[in-house]
Every structure is written in C-alpha cells, then in structure tokens.
C-alpha cells in the first residue's frame, strides 16, 4: 500500500543534496510539488539547485550546510527544522562516500568518518524524524544503500559492510512499520554517474563500467516507493547480480571482488 503517495506542499528533507543522487531526489521530488530541506556541506551548489527548483517548480527549499560527521550535527538540524515549524514526512538519507584501497594505505581516520557518515548519521537522522511521521501515521524514510551491501568487497570492506547496516536496518524497520502508515525503503543502486569513484580512490573506474544516471536511479526509486517496498535494486543487470552473490558460495564471491577494486601499485611500491 502506498504512503506518502500525495508529496505536492509536503516537506522532505535530503542528505547529500549538493549533487548526485541527492540533487536528483530533490529535484524529482520538487517535481511532485515536495519543499525540501537541503543538507549538504557545499553551500554553494546547493544554492544553485535551490535556484533550479524554485524556477521550475515554484516550491519552497530551506538550506542547511552542514557536515554529517560532526557530533552535533543531527541535532543542529533538528533544532533549526523544528525552529521553521517544519514537519518532515520524507526523509532521505543520501549522504555517503566509499574508500578503495589496501589496509596498509588506508587512513584509518578515513574510514572512521565514513562509518560515522554512512552508518551514524543515517540512523541519527532516521530516528530523530521518524516518530514523528509514526505519530502522524504519514511518512517515508528512504535510504540509500548499494548493490555492495549483499556481499563482501574486497578492498572495500569497510563500504560494503556500512551499506549491508543501511540495508538490513532500513528492512527492519520496514517490518515495525507494516501497521502505520509510514514506510521505509532501501534503495540499492549499482554503478551510477557520479563522483563516487573519484572521491573513493579508484579514478577512471566509472568509465569502464556500464553505469546508471541519477535519474534513472531515482526514477525507479520513487516508483517502488509509491508501491510501498522494502528495497528496491535500480537496474535489471543489477538485480541479477545480487541474486546471482546469493547463489554462489560466500568463499567465491569476495574472493571475485578483488579483480574488481585491487588497487594499482605504484613504481614505488612495486620496488
């Protein structure tokens, strides 16, 4: 059964909102008549999609640049949301980056805040906002996860086991929620057209691989959302692969992982 299947003067509010699959779920939702909250740490580009929103769509936006990692950060929010009088009945939750490398190169300083983006924030900010939509019986939470979190990925380890949090949390509450009138969803995105690779280490990787556009991402995420699932795989190729890691055995599957992410030494590290 859908929830939230009427988003027009609504308020949602988007982690990541400065670009990526961020920017789209805001513009897609704006396109529904959705006022957003856009949190992101770059001010400026947020600025801009706010711009784009208002002049195709003429609804309202609220900014809030902020960085996810900060231990105060959730509640910052919250206080400013609730000081606008706003209710949330839409959250998702975007903001994430990923890491490729070997354990001897990795900052582990790194990690600690990709853990603290992907898994803390996210759940800080699902259970800040969802009682609200519990007691209003109205409300979705979609977060975002990945292919990634139905298997181990050698070399990313890290990533791969934030995003199977992300999943069998979100799957979770999804089965608390089956007698409101909120839903929670997790969306699993393959290979898609962002910066995630460059900012995750592995340069150039994204153009050797067949990829998703952001659109077509949230496209099919907000399709699922509005039938009320549990998670949704965003591709056919992708789904495929995700049913195939479940077949083969635990053993096979990391260990073909590493072909796909084990980093290029260097000259130096080679000598």
Same mark, same amino acid.
């Given at each position: ?16 909102? *400065?670009?990526?699959?961020? !920017?789209?779920? #805001?513009? /897609? %939702?704006? &396109? ?6 856009l949190?992101?740490?770059?001010t400026?580009?947020?600025q ?9 769509h003429?609804?309202?936006t609220?900014?809030l *640049?902020?960085?996810?990692? !900060?231990?105060? #950060?959730? /509640? %910052?929010? &919250? ?5 606008a009088?706003i209710e949330?009945d839409l ?7 990923g ?6 190169e990795t ?10 983006l ?9 259970y ?5 939509m519990?007691?209003?019986n ?10 990634a979190?139905?298997q ?6 890290a990533?791969a ?19 409101t009138?909120?839903?929670?969803m ?13 900012v995750?280490g ?37 789904y ?26 260097s ?5």
């Open positions: 059964m859908p929830r939230l299947a009427d988003m027009n003067d609504r308020w949602g509010l988007v982690t990541g909102a *400065s670009s990526g699959i961020g !920017a789209e779920f #805001a513009r /897609q %939702l704006a &396109a529904r008549g959705m006022h957003l909250i949190v992101a740490r770059r400026e580009m947020m801009g999609l706010a711009a784009e929103l208002d002049r195709l003429g609804t309202k609220e900014i *640049s902020v960085d996810l990692t !900060a231990a105060d #950060a959730v /509640q %910052l929010i &919250a206080d400013k949301v609730a000081a009088g949330v959250l998702v939750n975007c903001a994430g980056f890491m490729v490398g070997e354990i001897l900052d582990f300083d790194r990690v600690r805040q990709m853990l603290r992907n898994i803390e924030a996210l759940a800080a900010l699902t800040q906002f969802l009682p609200g519990i007691r209003r109205l409300g979705a939470v979609v977060n975002v996860a990945s292919i979190a139905f181990p990925v050698a070399y990313m380890g990533y086991a934030s995003k199977a949090f992300v999943l069998h949390f979100t799957e979770a509450l999804h089965a608390e929620l089956s007698d009138g909120v839903v929670a997790a969306v699993c995105p393959g290979v898609t057209k962002t910066d995630f690779f460059d995750a592995a340069t150039g990787w994204l153009q050797k691989h067949s990829s998703q556009t952001p659109e077509e991402v949230v496209r099919q995420a907000l399709k699922a959302l509005d039938r009320g699932r549990q998670y949704v795989v965003t591709g056919w190729r992708n495929l692969l995700t049913c195939l890691v479940r077949i083969a055995t635990r053993w096979r599957v990391v260990n073909e992982s590493k072909r796909f992410f084990r980093p290029r030494r000259n130096k590290s080679k000598g």
